[in-house]
């Protein structure tokens, strides 16, 4: 990485999930915690719709378009509160 400005640390985690399952889908699953049956993934991602899309055997790319318009939102309210 040379541009911190243009990595997008979400996706690429989001892609290395993605790969995994769909190079091993006969090993991949989506694990509980234990005691919550929402499991580990929807907790750190925050909802089941991005599970859901993997599952379903959709690239994160397909999905990412969907959150542009609530990011910029979220980007041109915080802009004025960041130090860097």
Known sequence: ????????PVMT???AVYAISQLHPDKFEFLPPLGDP????????????IRRAIEAGKAPLEF????KP???EYVAETKSCLLY
């Not at 990485?1 to 997008?8: A, P």
Request: glycine residues 14%.
């Open 64 to 67: 990412e378009a969907g959150w």
């Open 13 to 15: 985690g989001l892609m």
């Open 38 to 49: 929402r499991g580990l993934f929807v907790l750190h991602s925050g909802n089941f719709e």
């Open 1 to 8: 990485m040379t541009d911190r400005d243009s990595f997008k």
């Open 70 to 72: 609530e990011l910029d």
